[in-house]
Every structure is written in structure tokens, then in C-alpha cells.
């Protein structure tokens, strides 16, 4: 294969890419996918950070009205990571309950997401296929 064509190859995989995540990362209706990591601060004990917690009112405030929780996994050494909906016009409400309750107990990091997964399991087609065969 000529360096040309592994050229044009990799620049329509690329534009190909790009159109799909265009297409998931559009605006829409239903809202913005946003991921936020909790970050478990590894000088204070646990029941620190939990009674920093419920001072703040995080549990009362988090998440805020208006928010789809997507996901909530606890990563051993970093903390807790959420994925959550947000409506556009929530995401103010969002930053104030991460503000007000998050700040003090934990560390935050906020990103904007979308879902990846179709795009993942073409580009990793024979890995996810090994994976359904061994279950």
C-alpha cells in the first residue's frame, strides 16, 4: 500500500469519525451530556469527607432538579465519576450545586461527553467480538 492511499485512508476514517461524533454532540432537546469526578481527597478519612459532605448539603443538592443521572461508578483512587443529562438551561443550576455542595469534600473536574460506544465498538470490532464470544 502506498503511502497515498494509507493517507487518504486515514483521512476518511478520520472525516468519517468526525461526522459521527458531530452528529452525537449536536445540541438537542433533551439536554447535555456532562461527566463530573467527585475527587476523593486521600488526606482526609473517609467519614471527613462524608460529614464535609452533608454540611454542604450535597446530598440534598446533587443532582440538581431537572438532571438525568447516566451513570454513577466509584474508581478506586480517584473518586466517584457521574454522567448526567443536564437541560442547556440547567447548567448554571449544575455549577451552583457542585459550588455549594461538592467544593470542600471533594475535588471536581467537569467535562462536557457524549456517547462514544457505537463509534468504540466499530473501531475495537474484533476485541468486542472476542469479548461476546467468551460470555
Known amino acids: 500500500m502506498t503511502q497515498l492511499t494509507k493517507t487518504l485512508l486515514a483521512a476518511g476514517l478520520?472525516?468519517?469519525?468526525?461526522?459521527?461524533?458531530?452528529?452525537?454532540t449536536a445540541p438537542?432537546?433533551?439536554?447535555?451530556?456532562?461527566?463530573?469526578?467527585?475527587?476523593?481527597?486521600?488526606?482526609?478519612?473517609i467519614t471527613e469527607i462524608l460529614d464535609q459532605a452533608r454540611a454542604?448539603?450535597?446530598?440534598?443538592?446533587?443532582?440538581?432538579?431537572?438532571?438525568?443521572?447516566?451513570g454513577w461508578v466509584l474508581a478506586m483512587g480517584l473518586g466517584q465519576v457521574v454522567t448526567l443529562k443536564v437541560p442547556?438551561?440547567?447548567?448554571?443550576?449544575?455549577?451552583?450545586?457542585?459550588?455549594?455542595?461538592?467544593?470542600?469534600?471533594f475535588g471536581t473536574e467537569v467535562y462536557v461527553s457524549y456517547d462514544f460506544l457505537e463509534i468504540a465498538e466499530r473501531l475495537h470490532e474484533p476485541a468486542f467480538a472476542a469479548g461476546a464470544a467468551a460470555r
Not at 14 to 24: E, P
Not at 56 to 70: E, I, K, L, R
Open 14 to 24: 478520520a472525516l468519517a469519525l468526525t461526522g459521527a461524533a458531530a452528529a452525537q
Open 28 to 45: 438537542s432537546e433533551d439536554g447535555v451530556l456532562v461527566t463530573v469526578i467527585f475527587k476523593h481527597d486521600q488526606t482526609m478519612p
Open 56 to 70: 454542604n448539603g450535597f446530598y440534598d443538592s446533587f443532582p440538581p432538579p431537572g438532571a438525568t443521572v447516566h
Open 88 to 105: 442547556a438551561s440547567e447548567i448554571r443550576a449544575l455549577n451552583r450545586a457542585i459550588e455549594f455542595g461538592a467544593w470542600g469534600a
